[in-house]
């Protein structure tokens, strides 16, 4: 099929037979539809009166070639992959960023590897296999892919607060993960990533003053954490976000322009000062 640039694309199927438990993405901020029967063939969408917020079953659609290898992922939790955004806007930071590029005359592949509640250094049934776990498949395993940015390790820090009065069983397990422990993930990331080629861009964490996630002690971890990020030389490039997320009166608070409510998760304007801050030469 040939696709103009940032072009939408539906994909309809059908199955045969009841399936048991579906595999899904769940916070995909995008509408999906559903019919009763096989209706593939369907031009018109009058049959599909049922909808959800999630995909099920497709977990991408290759769009470029192994030849063309200069593809971004994006690779992280739930500010990767767009919590709180507009539903059906397409305005998370991976979208903006794809759409910067293409208005930039530099059109490249940027994949969503954002999974919510994903951790660095810890397996969770509900948030996905720990990301140095995953990131063969979901960044080494994927084609064309020249560059990938890493912003991962709230949950890490975060989710330990939560243990005193856990909201839902999906958030365990709550173990106290130290700086050292995720800056050690983070440098397994790293490894992987340039003994196969890659160029590795990492983000430091925006802040989350106000939020549930925010303690002195979860606090004097993300400061460790982005001290290393900025200043150990490791990553290929830096995008500084704690810097360029925080409030001018309060550094450890997200600027209220682009807060969505919860002091963690950004607003569309918020994901879109994320796309912007995005050094274009530093893709490589």
Excluded: C
């Amino acid at each position: 099929m040939r696709l103009a640039t940032l072009e939408s694309v539906t994909v309809t199927f059908f199955l045969a037979a009841p399936t048991g438990p579906a595999t899904f993405h769940a916070q995909a901020l995008a509408t999906s539809y559903r019919a009763a029967g096989n209706h593939t063939a369907d031009v018109g969408g009058t049959a599909f009166t049922q909808t959800s917020q999630s995909w099920y079953y497709l977990s991408g659609v290759d769009v470029i070639g192994i030849a063309s290898r200069n593809g971004v992922v994006a690779f992280g939790d739930s500010l990767t992959d767009g919590a709180t955004s507009s539903t059906d806007a397409n305005n998370r930071y991976p979208d903006e960023l794809a759409e910067r590029l293409a208005a930039a005359g530099r059109p490249r592949a940027v994949l969503n590897q954002g999974i919510a509640g994903n951790r660095v250094t810890v397996d969770s049934a509900g948030f996905g296999d720990k990301a140095t776990s995953r990131f063969r498949r979901d960044v080494l395993g994927q084609p064309g892919v020249r560059t990938v940015i890493i912003l991962e390790g709230i949950n890490d820090l975060g989710i330990s607060e939560l243990a005193a009065a856990p909201p839902a069983p999906i958030f365990a397990p709550y173990p106290d993960v130290s700086a050292k422990k995720i800056i050690s993930g983070h440098r397994e990331l790293i490894r992987l990533a340039h003994t196969h080629g890659l160029r590795v861009i990492g983000a430091t964490l925006p802040p989350i003053k106000g939020s549930a996630y925010y303690t002195a002690h979860s606090e004097t971890k993300r400061e460790a954490l982005n001290a290393w990020i900025r200043a150990s030389g490791e990553y290929d490039a830096v995008i500084d976000l704690d810097r360029v997320m925080a409030s001018p009166s309060d550094s450890d608070r997200l600027n209220p322009r682009y807060d969505s409510g919860d002091h963690l998760h950004p607003n569309d304007a918020g994901y879109r000062a994320m796309a912007y801050v995005v050094n274009l030469a530093d893709l490589g």
